[in-house]
């Protein structure tokens, strides 16, 4: 029988440790490389800093059009809103047209504003810039949104998936509760999202006290006119300690992002109504909604999704997608 090495252990256990420490050092140094990298493409080429291209004012347009898109679909809509949106957008598309000419989106945005007129049609104040904006542009029609029935919004929540996707929209309107085990089922089904080596990352903290929901909401500031009418809010976050790699600094958002989409499908295949929210703050507006929920810190927030049952009948804003030619690349011969 051979003796127990008792240098060995100790010396086993220093060796994995210095191992340890390097390898951190150099995840640091790459960690800082990585968002050096991260900051220098986001100042070179972000929208919000390169208004002079194509891409850059087409964004802009579809986020004006959507202004005035979801206030046509509003919850207890007042009319005369939006009148300084709807300045904005007609200035924002002359420019545009006469930099880069015709656009499908642009046109959209052009269809919304005609909306706009036709349902302000008896408003008793002109509207003469408007209408010459709409006179100038006579060949395209109003956009009109569509005004679905709760029974028509989720008919296709059980068919084959391209009628399934196709019919999936966020919903503004909210009218009644979602119960705690729906809720359940659907984090179960969103649960079937990929993720990276399987690390599953994300997680989900359920808002249902109306106090807290409304001043999350405050940090939030994306509900105005129906945040205040949903039953419950789902925080998705993803947690930072399933993160290996400084190259896989994105990945909390990689991942939560394919589990909100998961969970989003997995709403409306269950009959709920669900609005996504962006979780574009400020790092004290984070900090804030942290401490609120009591969400640890090594959980970064993702996305927050407003959900409930729908009324009877309401709007959906058309929201129309870019077509496929200017979505796919081929990098070879596109056979
Ligand atoms: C990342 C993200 C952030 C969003 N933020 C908001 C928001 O703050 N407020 C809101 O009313 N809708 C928000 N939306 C909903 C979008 O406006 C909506 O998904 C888009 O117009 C497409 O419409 P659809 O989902 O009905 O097809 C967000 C959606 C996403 C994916």
Known sequence: MTAPNIVATPLRKVKRAVAAAILMARTRRE????FRYDMAQFMENAGALHLDRKAAARAEIVMGYHVVEKGLTMPR????????????????????????????????????????RELH????????????????????????????????????????FPEFAASRHVCRHFAGPVPRETVERAVEIAATAPSACNRQ?????????????????????????????????LVVTADLSCVRWAWERHDCYVNGGIFVMN???????LGV????????????????????????????IVQVIACGTPPEEFDVAR?????????????GGGR
Not at 31 to 34: F, L, Q, S
């Open 201 to 233: 990352h994300a997680r989900v903290h359920v808002v249902d006290d109306p106090a807290l929901r409304d001043r999350l909401f405050a940090v939030q500031g994306g509900t105005r006119g129906f945040g205040a009418d949903a039953d419950k809010v």
């Open 77 to 116: 809509r007042r009319l005369g809103f939006g009148k300084g949106a709807v300045v904005h957008l007609m200035n924002l598309v002359d420019s545009f047209e006469r930099r880069f000419g015709e656009d499908g989106q642009v046109a959209h945005a052009v269809g919304v504003l005609r909306a706009y």
């Open 121 to 160: 049609r008896e408003w008793p104040e002109p509207m003469p810039r408007l209408d010459a904006f709409l006179a100038a542009r006579s060949d395209v029609p109003a956009a009109v949104e569509p005004h679905v029935s709760r029974s028509d919004f989720f008919a296709a929540k059980d068919a084959p």
């Open 31 to 34: 960690a800082r490389a990585a």
């Open 319 to 331: 929201s129309p997608r870019l077509a496929v030619g200017d979505i796919l690349t081929w990098h």
């Open 273 to 300: 109504a669900h609005c996504i929210l962006h979780w574009s703050v400020s790092p004290d507006a984070d900090r804030e909604a942290h401490r609120l929920l009591d969400i640890p810190p090594n959980e970064a």
């Open 263 to 269: 969970l989003c499908y997995a709403l409306h295949s």
